[in-house]
């Protein structure tokens, strides 16, 4: 059974940085299509970033040039790393794995990240 624990939210002031982690436990980490979504209030969840098992990334045209996913296979940990943050990023943020073999996502609990002055 795959299970994910996200951390890294928290308060933040518009212009800083937070780096979020997600800890993969339970099947071949780097086989798996990783993934960061958010939701923000009486908002649907949305993509944030993917990265592929060969690295290969994918960004949602509003975190372009700001946030950067990546992962090491060695710890099974996805991290995402988040700069230039906006009061629009405000949302709840999920790590997302996508298997290899069903195409099932698994989801973690999430974590709040807050960006306000």
């Known amino acids: 059974q795959v299970q994910l624990v996200e951390s890294g939210g928290g308060l933040v002031q518009p212009g800083g940085s937070l780096r979020l982690s997600c800890q993969f436990f339970?099947?071949?980490?780097?086989?798996?299509?990783m993934g960061w979504y958010h939701q923000g209030p009486g908002k649907q969840r949305e993509l944030v970033a993917t990265?592929?098992?060969?690295?290969?990334?994918n960004y949602a045209d509003s975190v372009k040039g700001r946030f950067t996913i990546s992962r090491d296979n060695a710890k099974k940990t996805l991290y995402l790393q988040m700069t230039s943050l906006k009061p629009e990023d405000t949302a709840v943020y999920y790590c997302?794995?996508?298997?290899?073999?069903?195409?099932?996502?698994?989801w973690g609990q999430g974590t709040q990240v807050t960006v306000s002055s």
């Open positions: 339970g099947s071949i980490f780097s086989t798996w299509i």
């Open positions: 997302g794995a996508q298997s290899p073999a069903t195409g099932y996502h698994h």
């Open positions: 990265i592929t098992s060969s690295g290969s990334t």
